[in-house]
């Protein structure tokens, strides 16, 4: 070989280079060669190594070959070739070594490997799509999210952008949105079920993912690839649902305590304020001003501690033919609050109205006083015995009651040195029973006077117990001189009074509290119908009064010792009778009565027929307004076809044009058939006013919603409208199954319908109660309506205000119809582009 | 040359439209019968052509009954641009109504020819010619 012409070749070389005989001696080196050599290899020195002769041997016998090496701290690595160099007798007679220093490229591969199995590897799923939408790659985070049937898994080719059940979850919008503004994107989204075992049961729960697509973008700034990052955020998302519903119960609650609340934020403006606040501004026109919260405020602010108050405030009232002065109570409590969430210091204020307490308290000062005037009045005197002490006190009236001198001092024998004869040892046992036993009494005795009066007493005495044992025993004593006389003559009277009240038309009786009758005439006795009442308990010869409304007014009026009045019936006799209860000065009970069965029966007729009317005129009134409806009706909707299939009729007959007449036949079947439509629209709602008595049966919301859900499946399905619901305030109802369905067709149907192309459309069912009746609304993101404009129409018979091919112009009509046929109302709320909410109030239950 | 160079059927009717087209050619009352289910379109047209008599129509035959824009509101809004245009339109009010309180309602508008119900006839249609 030409060693001249060697050289050159391999100086040429750009990798180190050498040729070596079959000895490993170099035969030609080029410079790059011995630059790296001795720089970072030494090939004859590491000959020997193990790899080195295996491909120096396979070299030798011919072959090409190659192999890494990897040499000093850190490792470098270098690709070595060995190409054997032939003679002309096929032998091999010198090797060529290359060396190509493969560091970067080892370190590149190195890279890729190590970044894959990060990506492969990380917690959240990674899905790579061409800018179409197409799956390129994914990691194992995501072949998890996806699950192992999903199709972009199985090994087919797997559109995001295509798949119609990302036009529903939001992820068909998101990634367009990366598309078009060419930005990462994220959004929270539902886009899966689990389904989870628990105990035999079998839960499905939604899966919550932050998705966020970015693109990748290429050297011209169009988009390479589009990437999409999946991670799951359902544990945060539940959190935060479950708050919502937690203020939403606690807002609730606050709406309804029955007493009022108002909340502040801590620059003392109103965040909230509930209903039972709202009657009370309603109702006495006040505002907080005048309540006087500004000053409460501050102090709570500034003290940070509960502060109580009782306020009295004074209004004028307008009511018809003129205005009264009011006054009104409240308890105030006023207090700070942490809100557990922001930290934010809220002041809560509780609003009592105690009007009716204060009157109370008020009615019973006076009461006090009265009793105190009556002491004077009624003579009497009170008085106490120490039993520690021996000592007795007695009040000034009890002094003038014996006609001492007040605060002479007092002991029990001078006390009992008042009383002679009987009334003396009545006196000292009565005594004695109290002290020793705790016996309380009441006794009427004769007393004589310090100046040797005599008088008729009535004197009451109790004990009083501390740790078991009496310590004291008070009591009351009154003179009864007068009454005595009065019941002394009153004996007399007895006999004067019964033939007074016999002669009355009332029944009369009386009766102590137990129920014993002392006194019954004629007239009563004549109600009564029985044998001998007299002397004789009440509730015992009529078993029946026992637990009745008289019964229970007679204790009443034992209670109270005022008089009560009252109706009742007594079913057994089929009479009403009037009572007034009053109760007498020695306890027992005076009962008038009368009865009164033929002007309470007249009064029951008389509401009867009342009611009979008014629901007459209200029928009347809704067969009006449904006249006028279909005068309408008739005069707008059945006209223009008949007016059309005159107008036919007549250019029909004025021509002898075959082609003509076979257009003019084609438009007659258009009218007849729109007059066939019209009909039959109209015989449907006429059937619904008609149908008053429909069958009605107790229905869950989100039963009847699936149901329409289900009829629904195609229109759902391809306008990719999100349905929620809330039905958990008021679940069910009592109405009509097919009213029910059609009015959530319809309200569901309009939302598909007039839809927003803007955004992913949603709509939203939600009931709750109002007074008692059940209200449902729904409420969408659609194209809305302009309420200004077309408000007065938009439950008119074949109206439409858009210009959508669909609109008929019925459905809402329809739904109106069958919400009134069963005495409920629907209402509208809109603006155009802002979606349309119903609100359904369902006639109280 | 015809009596009317022009007359714009406003009604969201088709039938009605195609009917009423058929008894105006018959009795070749206009050059040119255009036919609008829109009374937005035609206000939105007038409007933008208020100054050139050519496009503008000599007559108006309008519904009142039609979904996004009613005959009454064309009424209203058509009333504040007639003083403006280059030529006088005239309008009859065409309608399958025969409720009074309409019939009321349109003296309201007095620049309104006639009240006429539906269908035309040949007598009224000479008599729009005139």
Not at chain 1, 591 to 600: A, D
Not at chain 2, 13 to 29: A, E, K
Request: one cysteine or more; proline letters at 3%.
């Amino acid at each position: 070989m030409n060693i001249a012409l060697l050289h050159q070749v391999l100086e040429a070389l750009p990798d180190p280079a050498a040729v070596f005989d079959t000895r490993l001696r170099p035969l030609s080196v080029n410079k790059a060669f011995t630059a790296e050599n001795s720089r970072h290899l030494d090939i004859e020195q590491r000959s020997g190594d193990e790899t080195f002769q295996h491909h120096w041997q396979r070299a030798l016998r011919g072959e090409r070959t190659e192999f890494v090496w990897v040499s000093g701290q850190p490792a470098r690595h270098w690709r070595i070739s060995l190409s054997p160099l032939f003679s002309a007798s096929r032998t091999v007679e010198s090797v060529l070594l290359t060396i190509r220093d493969i560091q970067l490229e080892v370190e590149a591969q190195e890279n890729e490997r190590f970044f894959r199995s990060v990506l492969e590897n990380l917690p959240i799923g990674l899905h790579q799509f061409t800018p179409e939408g197409w799956s390129k790659d994914m990691n194992q985070a995501q072949r998890d999210i996806l699950g192992e049937m999903h199709p972009a898994l199985q090994h087919q080719p797997y559109n995001v952008i295509a798949d119609p059940i990302n036009r529903r979850n939001g992820l068909h919008a998101l990634l367009e949105e990366v598309k078009h503004r060419k930005i990462p994107v994220s959004r929270e989204m539902l886009l899966k079920y689990v389904e989870q075992e628990e105990e035999n049961v079998t839960r499905i729960q939604p899966l919550y993912y932050e998705a966020t697509g970015f693109p990748v973008l290429d050297k011209e700034g169009e988009i390479a690839y589009l990437f999409l990052i999946l991670s799951e955020i359902t544990e945060k998302k539940l959190a935060v649902l479950s708050l919502e519903k937690s203020e939403r119960l606690l807002h609730t609650i606050v709406e309804n305590l029955p007493v009022g609340y108002i909340q502040f934020d801590n620059y003392g403006f109103i965040r909230r304020v509930n209903q039972t606040q709202r009657r009370l501004y309603d109702s006495a026109g006040l505002n907080e001003e005048q309540l006087g919260l500004n000053e409460l405020f501050l102090r709570v602010l500034q003290e940070g501690k509960v502060v109580r108050i009782e306020k009295k405030l004074e209004y004028t009232l307008d009511v018809p033919g003129g205005k009264v002065e009011r006054e009104l109570f409240l308890d105030l409590t006023m207090f700070p609050v942490e809100d557990p969430v922001d930290k934010d210091q809220l002041v809560v204020a509780l609003v009592n109205d105690i009007t009716e307490k204060k009157r109370q308290e008020i009615e019973n000062t006076k009461a006090q006083e009265f009793l105190l005037q009556t002491g004077e009045i009624g003579k009497i005197g009170g008085w106490e015995l120490d039993m520690g002490t021996g000592k007795m006190r007695w009040s000034a009236q009890t002094y003038k009651l014996h006609e001492l001198p007040p605060y002479a001092a007092m002991t029990v024998e001078k006390a009992l040195s008042f009383y002679t004869g009987d009334s003396r040892k009545k006196m000292e046992q009565a005594m004695a029973a109290c002290m020793s036993r705790g016996k309380a009494y009441d006794i009427q005795i004769t007393l004589s006077t310090a100046r040797n009066n005599v008088i008729q007493a009535r004197t009451i005495g109790r004990p009083e117990y501390r740790n078991g044992r009496i310590v004291r025993i008070y009591g009351v004593i009154q003179d009864v001189t007068e009454q005595y006389k009065i019941r002394d003559q009153l004996s007399r009277n007895t006999e004067l009074m019964r033939l007074f009240f016999d002669t009355i038309d009332m029944g009369y009786a009386v009766m102590d509290k137990d129920g014993r009758v002392n006194f019954i005439n004629r007239k009563a006795q004549e109600i009564v119908d029985h044998g001998k009442v007299i002397g004789r308990n009440i509730f015992e010869v009529f078993p029946m009064l026992v637990g009745s409304t008289f019964h229970a007014r007679v204790q009443q009026c034992i209670q109270q010792q005022a008089p009560v009045s009252f109706f009742n019936y007594l079913p057994e006799l089929d009479k009403w009778y009037e009572f007034l209860l009053a109760p007498m000065q020695d306890g027992s009970i005076s009962i008038f009565t009368r009865n009164i069965t033929e002007s309470k029966k007249m009064q029951r007729e008389l509401r009867k027929a009342n009611d009979q009317l008014s629901a007459l005129n209200k029928y009347l009134v809704n067969q009006n307004k449904q006249l006028e409806d279909f005068a309408h009706i008739t005069s707008h909707n059945l006209r223009a076809p008949i007016a059309n299939m005159k107008a036919l009729m007549h250019i029909m007959s004025e021509t002898d044009n075959e082609e003509e007449r076979v257009l003019y036949v084609g438009m007659f079947k258009e009218v007849i058939r729109n007059i066939d439509e019209t009909l039959n629209d109209l015989i449907e709602v006429v059937q619904i006013r008609k149908d008053l008595n429909v069958e009605k049966e107790r229905l869950s919301f989100s039963d009847r919603l699936q149901k329409v859900k289900d009829i629904l499946f195609v229109d759902i399905e391809s306008s990719g409208i999100r349905i929620t619901t809330d039905f958990t305030v008021a679940p069910d109802i009592e109405y009509p199954r097919i009213y029910l369905d059609s009015i959530l067709q319809n309200l569901l149907t309009n939302a598909i319908k007039y839809r927003s192309r803007e955004r992913s459309s949603t709509v939203h069912f939600r009931s709750w109660v109002v007074d008692g009746g059940v209200v449902l609304s729904a409420e969408d993101n659609g194209i809305g309506i302009d309420m200004e404009r077309y408000g007065g129409k938009l439950f008119g018979f074949r109206k439409t205000f858009h210009k959508n091919k669909d609109a008929k112009g019925i459905g809402l009509f329809i739904t109106k119809s069958q919400i009134e046929a069963m005495g409920g109302t629907i209402e509208a709320y809109s603006k155009p582009g802002a979606g349309t909410k119903f609100i359904i109030t369902f006639r109280n239950e | 040359m015809k009596p009317l160079h022009s007359i714009f059927i406003v009604d969201d009717d088709p039938i009605h439209q195609q009917i009423t087209q058929i008894m105006l050619d018959r009795q070749h009352i206009s050059d040119a019968v255009k036919k609008f289910s829109d009374a937005q379109e035609v206000l939105e047209h007038i409007r933008e052509h208020r100054d050139n008599a050519a496009q503008l129509p000599d007559l108006i035959l309008l519904d009142l009954n039609m979904p996004v824009m009613d005959g009454w509101e064309f009424l209203e809004a058509f009333s504040a641009v007639r003083e403006t245009l280059c030529k006088p339109v005239r309008v009859y009010v065409l309608t399958s109504s025969i409720d009074e309180k309409d019939r009321e309602r349109v003296n309201d508008f007095d620049f309104v020819e006639g009240y006429l119900t539906k269908p035309l006839t040949s007598d009224i249609i000479g008599q729009l010619g005139q």
